[in-house]
């Protein structure tokens, strides 16, 4: 039996994460699948799932007691085995069934975890499923189902590949002009993918870091961290490459680097990606979350959609795009999401529109992102602080006259010549601020401004 003490601590607001000594054991995982079974058929979904694995030593061990869980309550189980995070999303989509994905993500080596979805890759989060989940992992498990269900196993690599490809149609895939790529794996699952993707592109791939190895033995699967992203920008400028692309570890996210070796703000591939959704697509709509670039809904309503602003999440991203009808999503974490990719987020695919567009452009990467690069930003600036709803009640006070504020997730703060976010943690006591500014002068001014107000006692 599981407290819900010990569940409240590694059930996190859109996943399952924790330390692989004492917390994502084989007993909780077996657990876990139990539940996730018992949900699924609560919910009337199919009779079955599909479960995928990262690299890491334990994941194996773990996506096998997951599915003893599983089956002992009567749902069949296929195994894909090595995939990233969108492979699982992909074959979810495809195989229109439920799907479990065993990662940390950007996580060090001593952490795991299991991101869950319902049917076509439908988000499992703390409102649609992960409570429930919960509570019933907290119950303990049912006897086990009159007949077991079944373990098969199916490799999708090569069908997730044609899939990406086939979301271009009109474009040779070794058409145009040959890029130079180099690519840090972070000895992630974009080591397994991108071979297999890069090998049908008229690329030349430099890879880094491909060896599959959840310890990380070279920096962390972290690229949203600059110093993560060190090694990547060093080797562009060695070899003189078109881009360099980054992956964390499950591969869900990718992070670009230009040609001078500089580190791309993910709002510039967000309107990049939202164009060229819009050429194919006039008037559709794009979602952006709140702390995106102010150029992304400027570059959207330039191209004649409708820019609509979403909380930071991937939940209530894509419950925003089943609402609207959006046909792309971006946030500032470097996922990005696409309504003919089940409305998931995958990283690959994003990189493979930065590419297509590079492939068939004369400019050089940083000459074709440049319409985006419109204003000025500081990057997350976490505080550590005592009281996170009193420094949120100050931010709120000392802003109150001449800004407007809202409060659709944290507090946004917009001035003359710029705008900030501060939101707390999930899941430490934090305060991240992001400031965008139109000036060095103005950013500075209003970076040490709030910074002030959030550490005021």
């Not at 890879?207 to 993560?228: S, T, V």
């Not at 507090?411 to 900030?420: C, M, N, P, Q, S």
């Given at each position: 039996?599981?407290?819900?003490?010990?569940?409240?601590?590694?059930?996190?607001?859109?996943?399952?994460?924790?330390?692989?000594?004492?917390?994502?054991?084989?007993?909780?995982?077996?657990?876990?699948?139990?539940?996730?079974?018992?949900?699924?058929?609560?919910?009337g979904e199919a009779?079955?799932?599909?479960?995928?694995?990262?690299?890491?030593?334990?994941?194996?061990?773990?996506?096998?007691?997951?599915?003893?869980?599983?089956?002992?309550?009567?749902?069949?189980?296929?195994?894909?085995?090595?995939?990233?995070?969108?492979?699982?999303?992909?074959?979810?989509?495809?195989?229109?069934?439920?799907?479990?994905?065993?990662?940390?993500?950007?996580?060090?080596?001593?952490?795991?975890?299991?991101?869950?979805?319902?049917?076509?890759?439908?988000?499992?989060?703390?409102?649609?499923?992960?409570?429930?989940?919960?509570?019933?992992?907290?119950?303990?498990?049912?006897?086990?189902?009159?007949?077991?269900?079944?373990?098969?196993?199916?490799?999708?690599?090569?069908?997730?590949?044609?899939?990406?490809?086939?979301?271009?149609?009109?474009?040779?895939?070794?058409?145009?002009?040959?890029?130079?790529?180099?690519?840090?794996?972070?000895?992630?699952?974009?080591?397994?993918?991108?071979?297999?993707?890069?090998?049908?592109?008229?690329?030349?791939?430099?890879?880094?870091?491909?060896?599959?190895?959840?310890?990380?033995?070279?920096?962390?699967?972290?690229?949203?961290?600059?110093?993560?992203?060190?090694?990547?920008?060093?080797?562009?400028?060695?070899?003189?490459?078109?881009?360099?692309?980054?992956?964390?570890?499950?591969?869900?996210?990718?992070?670009?680097?230009?040609?001078?070796?500089?580190?791309?703000?993910?709002?510039?591939?967000?309107?990049?990606?939202?164009?060229?959704?819009?050429?194919?697509?006039?008037?559709?709509?794009?979602?952006?979350?709140?702390?995106?670039?102010?150029?992304v809904p400027e570059?959207?309503?330039?191209?004649?959609?409708?820019a609509i602003r979403?909380?930071?999440?991937?939940?209530?991203?894509?419950?925003?795009?089943?609402?609207?009808?959006?046909?792309?999503?971006?946030?500032?974490?470097?996922?990005?999401?696409?309504?003919?990719?089940?409305?998931?987020?995958?990283?690959?695919?994003?990189?493979?529109?930065?590419?297509?567009?590079?492939?068939?452009?004369?400019?050089?990467?940083?000459?074709?992102?440049?319409?985006?690069?419109?204003?000025?930003?500081?990057?997350?600036?976490?505080?550590?602080?005592?009281?996170?709803?009193?420094?949120?009640?100050?931010?709120?006070?000392?802003?109150?006259?001449?800004?407007?504020?809202?409060?659709?997730?944290?507090?946004?703060?917009?001035?003359?010549?710029?705008?900030?976010?501060?939101?707390?943690?999930?899941?430490?006591?934090?305060?991240?601020?992001?400031?965008?500014?139109?000036?060095?002068?103005?950013?500075?001014?209003?970076?040490?401004?709030?910074?002030?107000?959030?550490?005021?006692?």
């Amino acid at each position: 039996m599981f407290t819900l003490d010990f569940l409240n601590s590694i059930i996190k607001a859109y996943d399952i994460r924790g330390l692989v000594d004492g917390q994502i054991t084989p007993e909780f995982t077996e657990a876990v699948g139990a539940a996730f079974a018992q949900f699924l058929i609560e919910e009337g979904e199919a009779n079955s799932l599909i479960i995928g694995e990262d690299m890491r030593p334990s994941s194996p061990n773990l996506a096998e007691s997951f599915s003893k869980g599983a089956t002992s309550q009567g749902l069949n189980v296929i195994r894909m085995g090595l995939a990233s995070t969108d492979m699982l999303y992909f074959a979810s989509g495809k195989l229109n069934l439920p799907g479990v994905m065993f990662t940390a993500s950007h996580n060090p080596a001593a952490y795991n975890g299991i991101k869950m979805c319902k049917s076509g890759a439908a988000p499992i989060g703390q409102e649609s499923g992960l409570l429930r989940i919960k509570e019933l992992v907290a119950q303990g498990a049912p006897s086990p189902a009159k007949d077991r269900g079944s373990v098969t196993h199916q490799s999708l690599l090569s069908d997730y590949v044609d899939f990406l490809l086939s979301l271009f149609p009109g474009t040779n895939e070794k058409s145009g002009r040959r890029l130079k790529v180099v690519i840090d794996a972070g000895n992630g699952m974009a080591g397994y993918t991108a071979p297999a993707v890069m090998s049908r592109l008229n690329v030349d791939v430099i890879p880094m870091y491909f060896e599959l190895d959840g310890n990380f033995p070279n920096h962390e699967a972290n690229p949203i961290e600059p110093k993560n992203l060190l090694d990547l920008q060093a080797r562009v400028k060695a070899e003189g490459a078109d881009i360099g692309l980054a992956f964390d570890g499950d591969a869900d996210r990718c992070f670009l680097v230009n040609e001078r070796a500089e580190l791309v703000n993910p709002s510039a591939l967000t309107g990049l990606i939202a164009v060229r959704e819009l050429k194919a697509k006039p008037g559709s709509s794009i979602i952006y979350n709140l702390i995106s670039s102010r150029a992304v809904p400027e570059v959207v309503a330039e191209h004649g959609g409708t820019a609509i602003r979403s909380r930071v999440g991937h939940s209530y991203i894509k419950k925003l795009m089943a609402e609207t009808g959006a046909i792309f999503g971006g946030e500032h974490s470097g996922h990005f999401y696409f309504a003919d990719f089940w409305r998931a987020d995958s990283g690959m695919l994003a990189a493979l529109y930065a590419l297509t567009e590079l492939n068939s452009s004369s400019q050089p990467l940083s000459e074709l992102l440049a319409p985006f690069n419109r204003y000025l930003a500081s990057g997350e600036i976490n505080t550590t602080v005592a009281d996170t709803s009193a420094a949120l009640k100050r931010i709120v006070d000392h802003y109150s006259s001449g800004h407007t504020i809202d409060q659709l997730d944290g507090i946004t703060v917009t001035g003359e010549g710029y705008w900030f976010n501060v939101r707390p943690s999930n899941t430490e006591p934090l305060l991240r601020l992001n400031v965008e500014a139109g000036t060095p002068e103005i950013l500075a001014a209003v970076i040490k401004e709030a910074q002030g107000v959030i550490a005021a006692t």
